[in-house]
C-alpha cells in the first residue's frame, strides 16, 4: 500500500509519518517512510527550491523531476513492506508550484504536466490522506522552527493558496489524485489525528 500525506507546512505532516509509522510497525505491519526528497539527487533538488528564487517554469521542472526520479525508491520499498507512507507529493507539486502563476500557467501544471506524469510516470497513491489544519496555528509552528527557507518565508499567503488547492481537487471530478480523505489537525490533538489517520489505512488495508 503506497499512502501519502499531504498538508500545508507546520499542519503536522512529518509528526503523522513518523507516529503512523510506529504505531503499524508495532502492530506487525511492515511499514517504511520516504520523504519527498529521498533519492539520490533529491537533496540538491531541495536545495535549489528551497535556497534561490527560482521562475515559476524552473521550479516546475525541479519538482517534476525530483518526483520523478524517486520512483525507483517507491517501488523498492512496496516490494518489501506492507505500506510505505510518504511526505508529501501530487497535491504538494499542484499546490506549491502554482502559486502565483497565471491561469494560464496552472492550467498547464495541473492538466499538461501533472496529469501526463501522473498518468504515465508517477505511481498514483492508494491513499491519501489531507491534514487539514489551521493557518495561523501552522504558521506558528513554522515560525518557531527558527531560519525559515524560500518557500516559508511566503508564509501566509503561500498556506491559504495550497489550501484553495487542497480544496479544488476534493471538489473535482477530475483530480488525478483518487482517493483522498481529509484528516483533522487542529488544536495540536496529535493522538486523535493519528487515531482517525490510523482508521483510514486500517480500512484500506482491509479491502486489499
Known amino acids: 500500500m503506497f499512502l501519502v500525506i499531504e ?14 509509522a510506529e504505531a503499524l ?11 519527498a526528497w529521498d ?8 536545495k535549489l527550491l528551497t535556497e534561490t528564487e527560482l521562475p515559476g517554469v524552473a521550479q516546475l521542472m525541479v519538482a517534476c523531476a525530483a518526483r520523478t526520479l524517486i520512483q525507483p525508491e517507491i517501488e523498492q520499498l512496496l516490494g518489501t513492506h506492507e505500506v510505505v507512507i510518504m ?11 502554482t502559486y502565483r502563476a497565471t491561469p494560464e500557467v496552472e492550467a498547464f501544471v495541473k492538466h499538461q504536466v501533472i496529469t501526463h506524469l501522473g498518468m504515465n510516470m508517477w505511481r498514483n497513491p492508494d ?25 516559508e518565508r511566503k508564509g501566509e499567503a503561500l498556506m491559504e493558496h495550497c489550501i484553495g488547492v487542497f480544496g479544488d481537487e476534493l ?27 490510523l482508521g483510514y489505512v486500517k480500512e484500506m488495508l482491509d479491502k486489499a
Open 7 to 20: 498538508g500545508i507546512d507546520g499542519s503536522g505532516k512529518t509528526t503523522l509519518v513518523n507516529s503512523l
Open 87 to 97: 511526505d508529501r507529493y501530487f497535491l504538494s507539486t499542484l499546490a506549491y508550484q
Open 171 to 197: 471538489a473535482s471530478e477530475n483530480s488525478v489524485v483518487t482517493n483522498i480523505r481529509v484528516v483533522p489537525a487542529r488544536n495540536n490533538e496529535q493522538e486523535l489525528v493519528l487515531k482517525k489517520a
Open 127 to 151: 491513499l491519501t490522506l489531507l491534514l487539514d489544519a489551521f493557518p495561523e496555528d501552522a504558521l506558528a509552528r513554522v515560525s518557531s522552527r527558527g531560519d525559515k527557507d524560500v518557500l
Open 25 to 35: 510497525n508495532n502492530e506487525g505491519i511492515s511499514t517504511a517512510t520516504l520523504g
Open 39 to 46: 533519492s539520490e539527487h533529491g537533496p540538491a533538488f531541495r
